[in-house]
């Protein structure tokens, strides 16, 4: 059998070598673009890992744009839950974050059912409410928040005249610890508060008093600068001198109680 001519041997190498380098150019692009898929997809859940991990983290954050800066309380019973420290300590820390039940009795070094207890009281005084649920294996976490950033106590008629008394009572104590002393009167408290509700009554309107309540991009303090510009501008001039003969008799009952500073020192050395 004739051999096959060296020109025709070394055109089929040659083409055998163009194909086999073809191939590897393919290989090598399939692994290439094999290879920037997988560092794609690594970076991909990467990113989503990082932000996961983000949301976890400060989700008792991402939802407080929901809560009011303030909230009216009017039901006396309310006033008397926050004369309890574990709960105005609860109160404190709900305004920063949403927690559970177990979270702050870690926080408080209680126990949980003493804190659920406090809990379910805040929240029928509508101070506390539940921000959301999480479901954890087999259980389901309750996270609570508070209701608002600040609570204003209103001096309305639902609030009880004897806390107010009392608070009174407390301001004139401590007026001795900045140097200012008045004379012990047990009808004191109550003159005061008397004639500080006729003072909140002029001028009030109750459709102005729940729109200013209402106001929720403004903060307490801003509430009550709204209330008091708005009473100063609706008042007539006959309840504007009623309010100004308030203040004078105010001022005039706290300055008839006041005690000299020489009789101050002298009972000091005396006792």
Not at 130 to 141: K, L, N, P, S, Y
Request: aromatic share 6%; net charge neutral.
């Amino acid at each position: 059998m004739a051999g096959r001519r060296p020109g025709t041997q070394d055109g089929l190498a040659e083409g055998a070598r163009i194909r086999a380098l073809a191939t590897l150019y393919k290989a090598s692009i399939s692994l290439v673009v094999l290879h920037i898929c997988l560092i794609a997809t690594l970076v991909y859940k990467t990113m989503v890992f990082i932000i996961e991990t983000i949301i976890n983290f400060h989700k008792h954050t991402l939802s407080r744009g929901n809560v009011k800066a303030f909230k009216l309380i009017t039901d006396p019973d309310a006033f008397q839950l926050l004369g309890d420290e574990t709960r105005r300590r609860i109160i404190y820390l709900l305004r920063a974050k949403e927690m559970t039940v177990s979270q702050i009795a870690g926080e408080l070094n209680l126990t949980p059912q003493a804190i659920y207890h406090h809990i379910r009281k805040l929240r029928d005084a509508g101070m506390v409410e539940v921000a959301r649920e999480e479901r954890v294996d087999h259980f389901i976490e309750t996270y609570y928040r508070a209701t608002a950033e600040i609570f204003n106590m209103s001096h309305g008629s639902g609030t009880s005249t004897a806390y107010h008394e009392e608070k009174a009572a407390e301001s004139l104590k401590a007026l001795s610890r900045i140097g200012l002393t008045v004379r012990d009167d047990p009808t004191l408290a109550s003159r005061l508060v008397e004639l500080e509700k006729r003072m909140d009554q002029i001028g009030e309107k109750q459709s102005w008093a729940d729109a200013i309540a209402g106001l929720e991009d403004v903060d307490f303090f801003v509430k009550q600068g709204v209330d008091h510009l708005a009473k100063l501008l609706m008042m007539s001039d006959k309840e504007f001198n009623e309010y100004l003969n308030l203040i004078r008799e105010e001022r005039k009952l706290l300055r008839s109680l006041k005690e000299s500073s020489e009789k101050v020192e002298a009972v000091a050395r005396k006792g």
